[in-house]
């Protein structure tokens, strides 16, 4: 079990980083946000989990402990994979999470993508009492729909593009994330983003 990573950032990719660790790159899946915080060259350290498969071995990352608990404490709900937690955690924060399952918020978990009315019901009866209680209050009149621009930008940055060309992509996306309504997705908004800088180059 590999409990952490830690070491210079080595590259960025759209859903993953290569951490440097004793001269040997560590491949690791991160969600759009925890790629947000983490820069060419500079130290990190990420906690992860390492998922087996007969044919792979994947290492995911997470910013602390909690969100890489919170995780593996997804997976044990039937039918999740390590993917859907990943994409469950892209979209939420892991108090979310806690709180969309404590109050039955099935609007918060069709949110993400891959997760339909049925599935969230399903996911609501398998997680009960499994996730815990939110350890945070709840952030009251946070602006949610300007939270895409500023992680956006960040993981854009984190990529190794100019703040001008961040700024381009982020308008050139914008009018896509108004029109999804709600919270827009930064997943598909990063690769939106860089498919728009790859043709402006």
């Not at 004793?22 to 991160?30: E, L, W």
Request: hydrophobic share 45%; proline share 6%.
């Amino acid at each position: 079990m590999i409990a952490f990573v830690s070491g210079p950032v080595a590259a960025l990719a759209p859903d993953s980083a290569v951490v440097e660790v004793g001269g040997i790159g560590i491949a690791v899946q991160c969600t759009p946000n925890t790629l947000a915080g983490l820069r060419m060259g500079q130290q990190t350290k990420l906690s992860t989990s390492l998922v087996v498969r007969e044919d792979s071995l994947t290492l995911y990352g997470f910013v602390d402990d909690d969100e890489r608990q919170i995780f593996e404490l997804l997976q044990t709900a039937s039918g999740v994979g390590p993917r859907l937690a990943q994409a469950m955690l892209a979209v939420h924060t892991p108090d979310a999470l806690r709180r969309a399952v404590a109050t039955g918020d099935e609007k918060a978990l069709t949110a993400v993508p891959g997760i339909g009315k049925k599935g969230a019901q399903k996911l609501l009866l398998d997680l009960k009492d499994r996730l815990g209680e939110p350890i945070g209050a709840p952030a009251v009149g946070a602006p949610v729909t300007n939270g895409w621009r500023d992680q956006l930008h960040a993981a854009l940055i984190g990529l190794g593009y100019a703040t001008r060309e961040a700024d381009e992509a982020v308008s050139a996306v914008a009018p896509q994330a108004e029109a999804a309504g709600g919270t827009p997705q930064v997943g598909p908004l990063l690769k939106a983003a860089l498919q728009t800088l790859n043709h402006a180059r």
